[in-house]
């Protein structure tokens, strides 16, 4: 936590003064009270109370005091805060080997679950779309809020949806960034802050070249996360006989470290769900110094409140 007024804070030795000074009024009392030899008319006067009732309200005070004060200083703190516009593309590969049993049900519908999941976990505001992608890719789903579209596009997933064979990382990313730049009128002068989140098994077999669609996303300010899924022992049964679907995740790292986005390996469903978790943290929110006096302000009013209201419930009076 900062201060935008730190000398302010020095106005708490006034209120650590205020402290002092009611403890020495309260020793004063109490050596009066000793030397007062009529307790009858004492007991009358000053009738038995608890004492740690009187000392309540003043406590309440003077902590109300040092809040106060606090929230005078203007204190600053790093506060999570939803990005505006921001937009997410969430390119799932659909190919034929993510029909592989290695990781169960088997690693398409395993991707599917964790990126309805992974929706769910971003801001109601942001935009969100969908591409399918194998030996060509496609949007399903254009960058929207609506929720419903969105979890029914990842429902439609399915191998061979594109109609090509083979993975294309790179036409992927293509395909992503030109949903970035016209889903409104503003994009393509004003870009929304975007990323893009892509999962896939294998390395790149057909289309443009990664590394260069990469480019272009550097270029337009867009990090590529990506998602190694499976894993070295995965295979399809193709023809009575199976074949192995290795992970291979070599160009995936190498387009997320030229985009500066993140590079995650998952072999389970579980690890899956929880790199999308972390990805939804990392793209969802911004981290920012927000002034945060008003808490200390309200916390501080509740404190007052209390004290009056004590005082009056024991002694009938204000403090």
Not at 21 to 44: E, H, M
Not at 46 to 58: E, G, I
Not at 164 to 176: F, N
Not at 286 to 313: C, H, N, P, W, Y
Request: proline content about 6%; charged content about 20%.
């Amino acid at each position: 936590m900062t201060w935008q007024s730190p000398e302010r804070l020095l106005l708490l030795l006034g209120v650590l003064g205020l402290g002092i000074w009611y403890v020495l009024l309260q020793r004063r009392r109490s050596r009066y009270a000793v030397r007062f030899t009529n307790l009858r008319l004492l007991d009358r006067v000053a009738p038995d109370r608890p004492s740690w009732r009187r000392h309540v309200p003043a406590g309440l005070f003077l902590a109300m005091l040092a809040l106060l004060v606090v929230g005078f200083a203007r204190p600053e703190a790093e506060v999570r805060v939803p990005r505006e516009r921001a937009t997410v593309m969430v390119a799932v590969d659909v190919s034929t080997s993510m029909l592989a049993t290695d990781v169960e049900p088997d690693r398409l519908a395993a991707a599917k679950s964790a990126a309805h999941r992974f929706a769910e976990t971003l801001p109601d505001e942001f935009n969100v779309g969908l591409v399918a992608f194998a030996g060509s890719a496609a949007v399903l789903v254009p960058p929207g809020t609506d929720r419903a579209v969105l979890h029914s596009g990842i429902r439609r997933l399915a191998e061979g949806s594109t109609g090509v064979q083979g993975t294309a990382i790179g036409e992927a990313i293509g395909t992503s960034l030109e949903a970035i730049r016209t889903f409104d009128a503003q994009a393509a002068k004003n870009p929304p802050p975007a990323r893009i989140v892509l999962l896939s098994d294998g390395a790149n077999t057909s289309g443009r070249d990664p590394l260069a669609a990469a480019d272009e996303a550097v270029q337009v300010g867009v990090p590529v996360h990506t998602i190694s899924f499976g894993t070295a022992s995965g295979y399809v049964a193709r023809g009575g006989r199976p074949i192995r679907v290795p992970v291979d995740g070599q160009t995936l790292r190498a387009v997320a470290e030229q985009t500066r986005g993140g590079y995650h390996e998952a072999g389970t469903s579980d690890e899956l769900r929880a790199v999308y978790e972390d990805i939804g943290t990392s793209v969802g929110y911004r981290t920012e110094k927000q002034d945060v006096s008003a808490r200390f302000i309200g916390i501080g009013l509740l404190l007052a409140l209390a004290a009056a209201g004590g005082s009056m419930a024991w002694f009938s009076r204000l403090p």
